[in-house]
C-alpha cells in the first residue's frame, strides 16, 4: 500500500527546496507558482483525506511511495541510468494513473515524474539529456499538424528538461491558448518557468502570457499575483512578439484595464433582486398531485419503496420553470401548466395509474429529473409502466411547448443508467479554434505564433517566413512560392502551418507556369497536417493526401483542364473538365487568376487569364468538413513533375475565411451514469444536445457498493458543474473530480470521506436525511460536500490545493454563495464567512421535507416549510417574515419566482401566488 505521508512529505520538499538553486527566480512569484499541482497541501485532520471514502478513481496508483524511495537513493548514489528507468515508470504506459498525494489529492503520476526531473541537481540534468535528447528532439521534429499537441505534451511531460523542453512547453501553451483551454495553457507556461530555469525564453514573456490566460479566465486573485510578480522583477523587459514591442510592465497595465472593464466574474451566481411575499392567501391557481391520486385524501402524495415502505419525506417533485410555463416529473409523468392560468397544457402520463404501477416496481425518486435548457425541455426519466426494475433511467428532450418527444437515449445508450440532471456546455468540434485574440494588446501578449483570422500574400512570399510550411522542392525564390524548379520526378507541397476554417471561405491566388511541359498545380484543403506531401509526376503533389480535397489544374495528361478530387485520389481522368475551349493555354507563359468560393457544401471555382482576360467556371457539390474530418483543416498548394519538367510558381495569394451555417462548437449535455446491469461504475456521458447522439464516455472510478443494491438509503447521485474549460463532478461517494472538457481527461481529483451506504434491509429502518448539493464557485474556490460527508472543502482549482476542510453536520447541503458568505442547510440555515471560515449565524427553521431549499435574493433567503414561505434576512440570519399562504397541508417543498408568480410545489401539489 502507497504510505500518502511519504508522497505528501516528498512533494513538499519540492515545493519548499525547489528544482535547483538556479531556479528560484521562476519560484518566487508571491504565491502562484506556490499554488502549482506540487504546492504543499493545507493541513487535513487525521481521518478526515478520503481514506474512508466509498469510490475510488479509475487508474487509482499504489505503491508510488517505494518507486519514489528508490528514485531518491538512486540520484543520491548518482546512478542516473538507473533512476531514469524509475521516471520511465512513473511517466510511462505503466505508470499513468493518479497518486495520492497524502490529503486526499489526487494527482497525475507524470506530473511527479515531471517535478522530479525538474528537482535533479544539474549534473542529474545533463546526464537526462545524455540519455534522452535524441529522442526528445524527434518528438520536437514531428512536431506538427493534427498530431502536434500530442507530440509536445509527451515532451513536456516526459522530456521537460532536455534541450527543446521549455521550447515545446513554450508552444504547447500556445496551442492550448489558441484553442480555448486556458488551464492547460496556464499548466505548460508553468511548466516552462518551474522546470525550465535555464531557458533562453525572456521569463517576462512567459509570465505575461500566463497574464493573459488568467484574465481570460476570470482567476483575477492569480492574476494579480503574477502581475506583482512582474511589476518586481521584470517591469523594464521588453516583450516583442507580432511585430510590436512593449515593457513587461506597460503590457500588463494594459491587459489589466481593459480585462477588468470588460470580464465579469461568474464565479458566483447572481443573485436575483428581493421580492415582496404575497399579502393575500388566495392563489392564482392550484394542481393538487393526491387528489387524482387518492381521491379525498388529505395527505401528501405517497408511494411505496420496493419493500412496502411509504416514501413521502423525501419524494421530490422535479420542477423546472421558464417565461411562460411550469414542468414537472412526478414520477416519470411529466406535466406541463400555464404559468398565469395553471392551465394543464400537455403530459406524458395519467397520474391515477402511478399508485398501482410504483407498487409493483419500487421507486428511487430522486432519480426523475426535469430541467429547461435552450427552449428546449431535459429530464431524467423512465417509462411508468414499466416493471422490469434492470431498465434504467434515460435523458429525454422534448418540444416545451407540445410535449412532443425529440430523443430518448434509452434506444440508444440501453446500457447506461443517467443519475444526474444535464449540465450544458458549448464545446468546440475537434480541431476547431473558435477563440481569436480579441485585441492588439492580447495578440501582442501570445506571440506571433497565433492561427489569424485570414492569410495574406497580396504583394508574395517574401515575408512568408513561419506562416508557411514548404514540403519537397518547395521554395521561396524572388518573391514567388516556387514548387517546381524545372527538375524531373519533383514533388512539392507549401501549406499554412496553423489550421484555417474550411467551413466557408474565399480564397484567390495567382499562377505562373513557365518552361511548361509537366504536369501540374493543385489547390488542397487537408486534415493530415502541415508537412503533408503527395507523389510527383501524374500524382501532382496532391495523390496519396487522405482526408481531403483538392482542385486540379492539369499542365499535361489532361492538358488544360481542371476537376476536383478527393481522399488522396489520382488526379487524372474522370472528374477532370477541359477549359480550352474558353482558349485558357497553361502552356503560354501567362499570368492566371483563380478565385474559388465555398460555403454550404457549394464550390465555386473560376480561372482567369491575366493577359487575354480569357474565363472558366465551374461549380462543384462537395461536404468539404466532413472530408478534412473538423471544420478547420491545412489549406495550400500541390505540384509535381516527372520526365517532363516545368517551372511552377504561385505569384500571389489571399485566404480568407467566412461566416458559415456550420457551427465550430457544438451544444454538449454532460451527464453522470452507471452501467445498466451494476451500479459500481461511474462515467460522465457526453451527448449531443441536438440528437442524443454519444460523443464521447469519460470513466471516472467505481464505488465498494453496488448503488443498485441500496435499498435503505438513497444511492448517490452525482452533481456536475460546467466552468469554463472544465466539467466538475461530485460522486457523492467520495470524490470530487475536475476533468478537461476539450480531452475528456481527468485532470485531479479530491478524495474526502463519505461512509459506504447501507446496503441491507431492515424492516422499520427510519431512511436518514441525504441530499446532493453543489459542486459550487465562491470567492474563487470550488466548494463540495458530499451528501455522507462531515467536511465542506474548498479547493483552489488551479492547484489544486485545500483551503477549506471544514466540519459540518453530515446533513447539512450547500445552498448556494455570494460574494462574502456561503450558506448551507440541513434543518437550520448556517452562514459561513468566505474570507475567515468562521460561523457566522444560524437559524433554526420551521419542519419541511428533506428535499426543500432555500431561494437566494440580493440580500434575503426564502424556505418553503411546512409553517408557509419563511424570509431571512441573509446578513443576520434573523426571520423577518412567514408566509402562510393556502399550503395548509403541505410539508414544505421548492419556492420558484417569475416576474409574475411566486410558485410553491410540494408533494401535495403545486400554487401560484400572484406577485
Same mark, same amino acid.
Given at each position: 500500500?502507497?504510505?500518502?505521508?511519504?508522497?505528501?512529505?516528498?512533494?513538499?520538499?519540492?515545493?519548499?527546496?525547489?528544482?535547483?538553486?538556479?531556479?528560484?527566480?521562476?519560484?518566487?512569484?508571491?504565491?502562484?507558482?506556490?499554488?502549482?499541482?506540487?504546492?504543499?497541501?493545507?493541513?487535513?485532520?487525521?481521518?478526515?483525506?478520503?481514506?474512508?471514502?466509498?469510490?475510488?478513481?479509475?487508474?487509482?496508483?499504489?505503491?508510488?511511495?517505494?518507486?519514489?524511495?528508490?528514485?531518491?537513493?538512486?540520484?543520491?548514489?548518482?546512478?542516473?541510468?538507473?533512476?531514469?528507468?524509475?521516471?520511465?515508470?512513473?511517466?510511462?504506459?505503466?505508470?499513468?494513473?493518479?497518486?495520492?498525494?497524502?490529503?486526499?489529492?489526487?494527482?497525475? =503520476?507524470?506530473? $511527479? +515524474? *515531471? #517535478?522530479?526531473?525538474?528537482?535533479?541537481? /544539474?549534473?542529474? &540534468?545533463?546526464?537526462?539529456?545524455?540519455?534522452?535528447?535524441?529522442?526528445?528532439?524527434?518528438?520536437?521534429?514531428?512536431?506538427?499538424?493534427?498530431?502536434?499537441?500530442?507530440?509536445?505534451?509527451?515532451?513536456?511531460?516526459?522530456?521537460?528538461?532536455?534541450?527543446?523542453?521549455?521550447?515545446?512547453?513554450?508552444?504547447?501553451?500556445?496551442?492550448?491558448?489558441?484553442?480555448?483551454?486556458?488551464?492547460?495553457?496556464?499548466?505548460?507556461?508553468?511548466?516552462?518557468?518551474?522546470?525550465?530555469?535555464?531557458?533562453?525564453?525572456?521569463?517576462?514573456?512567459?509570465?505575461?502570457?500566463? =497574464?493573459?490566460? $488568467? +484574465? *481570460? #479566465?476570470?482567476?483575477?486573485?492569480?492574476? /494579480?499575483?503574477? &502581475?506583482?510578480?512582474?511589476?518586481?522583477?521584470?517591469?523594464?523587459?521588453?516583450?516583442?512578439?507580432?511585430?510590436?514591442?512593449?515593457?513587461?510592465?506597460?503590457?500588463?497595465?494594459?491587459?489589466?484595464?481593459?480585462?477588468?472593464?470588460?470580464?465579469?466574474?461568474?464565479?458566483?451566481?447572481?443573485?436575483?433582486?428581493?421580492?415582496?411575499?404575497?399579502?393575500?392567501?388566495?392563489?392564482?391557481?392550484?394542481?393538487?398531485?393526491?387528489?387524482?391520486?387518492?381521491?379525498?385524501?388529505?395527505?401528501?402524495?405517497?408511494?411505496?419503496?420496493?419493500?412496502?415502505?411509504?416514501?413521502?419525506?423525501?419524494?421530490?417533485?422535479?420542477?423546472?420553470?421558464?417565461?411562460?410555463?411550469?414542468?414537472?416529473?412526478?414520477?416519470?409523468?411529466?406535466?406541463?401548466?400555464?404559468?398565469?392560468?395553471?392551465?394543464?397544457?400537455?403530459?406524458?402520463?395519467?397520474?391515477?395509474?402511478?399508485?398501482?404501477?410504483?407498487?409493483?416496481?419500487?421507486?428511487?425518486?430522486?432519480?426523475?429529473?426535469?430541467?429547461?435548457?435552450?427552449?428546449?425541455?431535459?429530464?431524467?426519466?423512465?417509462?411508468?409502466?414499466?416493471?422490469?426494475?434492470?431498465?434504467?433511467?434515460?435523458?429525454?428532450?422534448?418540444?416545451?411547448?407540445?410535449?412532443?418527444?425529440?430523443?430518448?437515449?434509452?434506444?440508444?445508450?440501453?446500457?447506461?443508467?443517467?443519475?444526474?440532471?444535464?449540465?450544458?456546455?458549448?464545446?468546440?468540434?475537434?480541431?476547431?479554434?473558435?477563440?481569436?485574440?480579441?485585441?492588439?494588446?492580447?495578440?501582442?501578449?501570445?506571440?506571433?505564433?497565433?492561427?489569424?483570422?485570414?492569410?495574406?500574400?497580396?504583394?508574395?512570399?517574401?515575408?512568408?517566413?513561419?506562416?508557411?510550411?514548404?514540403?519537397?522542392?518547395?521554395?521561396?525564390?524572388?518573391?514567388?512560392?516556387?514548387?517546381?524548379?524545372?527538375?524531373?520526378?519533383?514533388?512539392?507541397?507549401?501549406?499554412?502551418?496553423?489550421?484555417?476554417?474550411?467551413?466557408?471561405?474565399?480564397?484567390?491566388?495567382?499562377?505562373?507556369?513557365?518552361?511548361?511541359?509537366?504536369?501540374?498545380?493543385?489547390?488542397?484543403?487537408?486534415?493530415?497536417?502541415?508537412?503533408?506531401?503527395?507523389?510527383?509526376?501524374?500524382?501532382?503533389?496532391?495523390?496519396?493526401?487522405?482526408?481531403?480535397?483538392?482542385?486540379?489544374?492539369?499542365?499535361?495528361?489532361?492538358?488544360?483542364?481542371?476537376?476536383?478530387?478527393?481522399?488522396?485520389?489520382?488526379?487524372?481522368?474522370?472528374?477532370?473538365?477541359?477549359?480550352?475551349?474558353?482558349?485558357?493555354?497553361?502552356?503560354?507563359?501567362?499570368?492566371?487568376?483563380?478565385?474559388?468560393?465555398?460555403?454550404?457544401?457549394?464550390?465555386?471555382?473560376?480561372?482567369?487569364?491575366?493577359?487575354?482576360?480569357?474565363?472558366?467556371?465551374?461549380?462543384?457539390?462537395?461536404?468539404?468538413?466532413?472530408?478534412?474530418?473538423?471544420?478547420?483543416?491545412?489549406?495550400?498548394?500541390?505540384?509535381?513533375?516527372?520526365?517532363?519538367?516545368?517551372?511552377?510558381?504561385?505569384?500571389?495569394?489571399?485566404?480568407?475565411?467566412?461566416?458559415?451555417?456550420?457551427?465550430?462548437?457544438?451544444?454538449?449535455?454532460?451527464?453522470?451514469?452507471?452501467?445498466?446491469?451494476?451500479?459500481?461504475?461511474?462515467?460522465?456521458?457526453?451527448?449531443?444536445?441536438?440528437?442524443?447522439?454519444?460523443?464521447?464516455?469519460?470513466?471516472?472510478?467505481?464505488?465498494?457498493?453496488?448503488?443498485?443494491?441500496?435499498?435503505?438509503?438513497?444511492?448517490?447521485?452525482?452533481?456536475?458543474?460546467?466552468?469554463?474549460?472544465?466539467?466538475?463532478?461530485?460522486?457523492?461517494?467520495?470524490?470530487?473530480?475536475?476533468?478537461?472538457?476539450?480531452?475528456?481527461?481527468?485532470?485531479?481529483?479530491?478524495?474526502?470521506?463519505?461512509?459506504?451506504?447501507?446496503?441491507?434491509?431492515?424492516?422499520?429502518?427510519?431512511?436518514?436525511?441525504?441530499?446532493?448539493?453543489?459542486?459550487?464557485?465562491?470567492?474563487?474556490?470550488?466548494?463540495?460536500?458530499?451528501?455522507?460527508?462531515?467536511?465542506?472543502?474548498?479547493?483552489?482549482?488551479?492547484?489544486?490545493?485545500?483551503?477549506?476542510?471544514?466540519?459540518?453536520?453530515?446533513?447539512?447541503?450547500?445552498?448556494?454563495?455570494?460574494?462574502?458568505?456561503?450558506?448551507?442547510?440541513?434543518?437550520?440555515?448556517?452562514?459561513?464567512?468566505?474570507?475567515?471560515?468562521?460561523?457566522?449565524?444560524?437559524?433554526?427553521?420551521?419542519?419541511?421535507?428533506?428535499?426543500?431549499?432555500?431561494?437566494?435574493?440580493?440580500?434575503?433567503?426564502?424556505?418553503?416549510?411546512?409553517?408557509?414561505?419563511?424570509?431571512?434576512?441573509?446578513?443576520?440570519?434573523?426571520?423577518?417574515?412567514?408566509?402562510?399562504?393556502?399550503?395548509?397541508?403541505?410539508?414544505?417543498?421548492?419556492?420558484?419566482?417569475?416576474?409574475?408568480?411566486?410558485?410553491?410545489?410540494?408533494?401535495?401539489?403545486?400554487?401560484?401566488?400572484?406577485?
Amino acid at each position: 500500500m502507497a504510505k500518502p505521508a511519504t508522497l505528501l512529505a516528498a512533494y513538499c520538499l519540492l515545493t519548499i527546496c525547489g528544482p535547483t538553486a538556479s531556479a528560484q527566480r521562476a519560484i518566487n512569484v508571491n504565491g502562484f507558482l506556490q499554488a502549482a499541482p506540487f504546492a504543499a497541501p493545507a493541513a487535513v485532520p487525521r481521518g478526515q483525506s478520503g481514506q474512508n471514502a466509498d469510490f475510488k478513481l479509475k487508474n487509482e496508483m499504489a505503491g508510488m511511495d517505494e518507486r519514489l524511495e528508490e528514485f531518491q537513493r538512486l540520484t543520491k548514489n548518482g546512478e542516473w541510468e538507473e533512476s531514469f528507468k524509475v521516471l520511465e515508470f512513473i511517466s510511462g504506459k505503466e505508470g499513468s494513473g493518479f497518486v495520492d498525494r497524502g490529503d486526499g489529492v489526487m494527482v497525475s =503520476a507524470r506530473g $511527479l +515524474a *515531471r #517535478r522530479l526531473l525538474a528537482g535533479l541537481p /544539474e549534473e542529474g &540534468r545533463e546526464a537526462y539529456r545524455l540519455f534522452h535528447d535524441a529522442r526528445a528532439t524527434a518528438l520536437w521534429e514531428r512536431a506538427s499538424g493534427k498530431n502536434e499537441a500530442e507530440a509536445l505534451g509527451t515532451i513536456v511531460d516526459n522530456f521537460i528538461v532536455s534541450s527543446v523542453g521549455d521550447a515545446a512547453a513554450d508552444r504547447l501553451g500556445d496551442l492550448r491558448f489558441e484553442r480555448g483551454d486556458m488551464s492547460g495553457a496556464i499548466a505548460a507556461w508553468r511548466s516552462l518557468l518551474e522546470c525550465c530555469p535555464e531557458s533562453e525564453i525572456p521569463a517576462s514573456q512567459t509570465y505575461v502570457k500566463i =497574464a493573459t490566460a $488568467l +484574465a *481570460r #479566465r476570470g482567476s483575477w486573485d492569480q492574476f /494579480e499575483a503574477v &502581475r506583482q510578480t512582474v511589476l518586481d522583477q521584470f517591469a523594464a523587459a521588453e516583450v516583442t512578439v507580432a511585430g510590436g514591442a512593449t515593457t513587461a510592465s506597460e503590457a500588463i497595465e494594459a491587459l489589466a484595464s481593459r480585462e477588468r472593464n470588460t470580464a465579469s466574474d461568474d464565479d458566483v451566481v447572481r443573485a436575483p433582486p428581493d421580492f415582496a411575499l404575497p399579502t393575500a392567501s388566495e392563489p392564482l391557481w392550484r394542481f393538487d398531485f393526491h387528489s387524482r391520486i387518492q381521491p379525498g385524501a388529505h395527505l401528501p402524495f405517497q408511494v411505496r419503496d420496493r419493500f412496502g415502505r411509504y416514501r413521502t419525506n423525501d419524494l421530490p417533485i422535479p420542477t423546472a420553470v421558464d417565461d411562460e410555463r411550469v414542468y414537472v416529473n412526478v414520477l416519470g409523468v411529466e406535466m406541463a401548466f400555464d404559468l398565469l392560468s395553471g392551465k394543464l397544457l400537455w403530459r406524458t402520463g395519467k397520474l391515477h395509474e402511478l399508485q398501482t404501477q410504483q407498487l409493483q416496481q419500487g421507486v428511487t425518486p430522486e432519480q426523475f429529473k426535469i430541467a429547461v435548457h435552450d427552449s428546449t425541455l431535459w429530464s431524467v426519466t423512465r417509462d411508468v409502466g414499466q416493471r422490469n426494475l434492470l431498465v434504467g433511467y434515460s435523458l429525454v428532450t422534448r418540444d416545451p411547448e407540445t410535449g412532443t418527444e425529440v430523443f430518448n437515449t434509452q434506444r440508444t445508450l440501453r446500457e447506461w443508467n443517467v443519475l444526474s440532471s444535464p449540465s450544458m456546455a458549448d464545446d468546440q468540434l475537434p480541431g476547431a479554434s473558435p477563440w481569436e485574440p480579441e485585441s492588439q494588446t492580447e495578440r501582442l501578449m501570445l506571440g506571433a505564433e497565433l492561427p489569424k483570422k485570414e492569410l495574406r500574400f497580396d504583394g508574395g512570399f517574401t515575408d512568408a517566413g513561419d506562416r508557411l510550411r514548404l514540403n519537397g522542392h518547395a521554395a521561396i525564390v524572388d518573391g514567388r512560392l516556387r514548387l517546381t524548379n524545372g527538375g524531373s520526378k519533383q514533388a512539392a507541397t507549401a501549406f499554412a502551418r496553423h489550421p484555417m476554417s474550411v467551413a466557408a471561405f474565399t480564397t484567390q491566388f495567382d499562377f505562373q507556369l513557365t518552361k511548361a511541359f509537366a504536369d501540374g498545380i493543385t489547390f488542397i484543403v487537408q486534415g493530415t497536417g502541415d508537412r503533408a506531401l503527395g507523389s510527383n509526376g501524374q500524382g501532382l503533389g496532391y495523390q496519396g493526401i487522405g482526408k481531403s480535397v483538392a482542385v486540379k489544374f492539369d499542365l499535361y495528361e489532361d492538358a488544360d483542364s481542371m476537376g476536383l478530387f478527393v481522399d488522396g485520389a489520382s488526379p487524372r481522368g474522370g472528374n477532370s473538365v477541359s477549359f480550352r475551349q474558353s482558349k485558357i493555354d497553361l502552356r503560354s507563359g501567362h499570368k492566371f487568376r483563380v478565385s474559388m468560393r465555398y460555403a454550404d457544401a457549394r464550390l465555386e471555382v473560376t480561372i482567369t487569364d491575366l493577359q487575354t482576360q480569357a474565363r472558366f467556371s465551374q461549380q462543384y457539390t462537395v461536404d468539404i468538413p466532413a472530408l478534412v474530418g473538423s471544420p478547420v483543416g491545412f489549406v495550400g498548394f500541390g505540384a509535381s513533375t516527372g520526365q517532363m519538367t516545368a517551372v511552377q510558381e504561385i505569384v500571389n495569394w489571399t485566404y480568407l475565411p467566412q461566416r458559415s451555417k456550420s457551427p465550430l462548437v457544438q451544444r454538449v449535455a454532460y451527464v453522470a451514469a452507471g452501467r445498466t446491469n451494476q451500479g459500481r461504475d461511474v462515467a460522465v456521458l457526453a451527448i449531443d444536445a441536438g440528437t442524443g447522439r454519444l460523443l464521447r464516455t469519460i470513466e471516472l472510478g467505481s464505488h465498494t457498493v453496488d448503488q443498485n443494491q441500496v435499498y435503505a438509503e438513497r444511492a448517490a447521485t452525482p452533481t456536475l458543474l460546467v466552468h469554463r474549460d472544465r466539467l466538475y463532478v461530485d460522486t457523492h461517494g467520495g470524490a470530487l473530480v475536475s476533468i478537461i472538457r476539450s480531452t475528456g481527461d481527468i485532470e485531479w481529483a479530491i478524495n474526502y470521506d463519505s461512509p459506504s451506504p447501507q446496503a441491507n434491509h431492515f424492516y422499520g429502518y427510519d431512511t436518514p436525511r441525504r441530499e446532493t448539493s453543489g459542486p459550487l464557485l465562491a470567492g474563487g474556490l470550488l466548494f463540495a460536500k458530499g451528501m455522507r460527508s462531515t467536511r465542506l472543502l474548498g479547493i483552489d482549482s488551479v492547484g489544486p490545493r485545500l483551503e477549506w476542510n471544514r466540519p459540518v453536520q453530515r446533513t447539512a447541503a450547500i445552498v448556494g454563495a455570494d460574494a462574502e458568505r456561503i450558506y448551507l442547510s440541513d434543518g437550520e440555515l448556517t452562514a459561513y464567512d468566505l474570507q475567515t471560515q468562521e460561523l457566522l449565524w444560524a437559524t433554526q427553521m420551521p419542519p419541511a421535507v428533506d428535499w426543500s431549499q432555500p431561494l437566494l435574493t440580493d440580500t434575503r433567503l426564502y424556505q418553503f416549510t411546512s409553517r408557509g414561505v419563511v424570509e431571512v434576512d441573509k446578513h443576520t440570519g434573523k426571520i423577518l417574515q412567514i408566509f402562510r399562504g393556502s399550503d395548509l397541508h403541505a410539508p414544505g417543498g421548492m419556492l420558484y419566482v417569475t416576474p409574475d408568480v411566486l410558485l410553491t410545489v410540494s408533494n401535495l401539489g403545486i400554487t401560484a401566488y400572484a406577485r
